[in-house]
């Protein structure tokens, strides 16, 4: 089982910027997608999460408006679309898979942002 982040990286405030999650091993379908990030000193918080069949979406306030989370089930990907940066979403990104009635749940090793001019 794999989930690999990409699109990290140093960048400057305002623009996109796109986080891709590429999984594997897994039943991809059937599992809820969230993103999460961590700054330094901080606790682990939930950006944005995706229901398995892309119908149910849920953000946190601080990126409502800005962030964007999307997933391609056929090529068992997840993404999430960064507008509007600031300098406060500086933070590893971590994906995640979640099968709902079973519990089981898988990690990425995550993926950094550093949003700074």
């Known amino acids: 089982v794999q989930l690999v982040e990409s699109g990290g990286g140093l960048v400057q405030p305002g623009g996109s910027l796109r986080l891709s999650c590429t999984a594997s091993?897994?039943?991809?379908?059937?599992?809820?997608m969230r993103w999460y990030r961590q700054a330094p000193g901080r606790e682990r918080e939930l950006v944005a999460a995706?229901?398995?069949?892309?119908?149910?979406?849920d953000y946190a306030d601080s990126v409502k408006g800005r962030f964007t989370i999307s997933r391609d089930n056929p090529k068992n990907t997840v993404c999430l679309q960064m507008t509007s940066r600031r300098p406060e979403d500086t933070s590893v990104y971590f994906c995640?898979?979640?099968?709902?009635?079973?519990?089981?749940?898988?990690w990425g090793k995550g993926t950094k942002i550093t949003v700074s001019s």
């Open positions: 091993g897994f039943t991809f379908r059937n599992y809820l």
């Open positions: 995640s898979a979640e099968n709902g009635p079973t519990g089981q749940d898988y």
């Open positions: 995706m229901s398995p069949g892309g119908g149910l979406l």
